[in-house]
């Protein structure tokens, strides 16, 4: 059964601070999801990463995926407040009904 | 594009009555997807839908909840009777087949 692991469960950083989330899976995986989740509301797409070395930036935001090691980052460069949120990665089975299954999630708050 | 619907958005009940949610995926997106999200923790699939098909069911509690997809479109998620535990945040998802989805905006599920 295909599991998926996030750490840390909540990170408190001030702005402007480095930090990373990690992300660990099971199983092969065909493709990994990260989303971001404001309170109160549903999960927005930020990065999908398909293959082994993949790596996608967006603003502050950096995703990284390493299939043999089962394992994807999300990285946060100079944090500022709105980055607070709750990021959950995701990953699909490379068979079977390709249903998403979410790790527990990494609750970010950003300190000014 | 008009992203996913779902309504109602809050919901309150007591226990042991029903409810039921509905969902209107992005038009043409075959695959639809219905997630439980328990306050703290990461979406659980309950049920999944290839067009009109349920492909994966497994960890939804059959003895209380049933969905339904009509004509590969609209579908329908209800639980009956409803327990304290199921307060939740049910969650539809949408997506063209083996793609990335897009979730809708949640209902609010309190049971008192």
């Known amino acids: 059964e295909l599991k998926v692991e996030q750490n840390p469960l909540f990170l408190s950083m001030q702005e402007g601070k480095n930090y990373t989330i990690y992300c660990n899976y099971s199983?092969?995986?065909?493709?990994l999801y990260w989303y971001r989740q404001d309170p109160g509301k549903s999960l927005e797409s930020l990065f999908v990463?398909?293959?082994?070395?993949a790596v996608k930036q967006e603003g502050r935001l950096m995703a990284s995926l390493d299939t043999k090691a089962r394992l994807s980052t999300l990285h946060i460069t100079a944090a500022v407040h709105d980055l607070s949120a709750t990021y959950f990665c995701a990953v699909t089975a490379t068979s079977g009904t390709y249903k998403y299954i979410f790790g527990t999630g990494t609750r970010l708050k950003v300190l000014a | 594009e008009a992203g996913v619907a779902q309504s109602p958005r809050y919901k309150i009940i007591e226990k042991r009555q029903s409810v039921a949610f509905w969902c209107n995926p992005i038009s043409g997106h075959a695959t639809l997807y219905w997630y439980q999200q328990i306050l703290g923790q990461g979406p659980k699939l309950l049920i999944q839908f290839q067009n009109n098909g349920v492909v994966d069911d497994s960890q939804l509690p059959k003895d209380r909840f049933s969905a339904e997809r009509l004509k590969g479109v609209d579908s329908t998620l209800k639980i009956q009777p409803a327990k304290l535990e199921d307060s939740a945040v049910y969650l539809c998802a949408s997506s063209p087949a083996r793609r990335e989805a897009f979730f809708g905006q949640g209902t609010r599920l309190t049971v008192v």
């Open positions: 199983t092969t995986s065909d493709r």
């Open positions: 990463l398909l293959s082994n070395g």
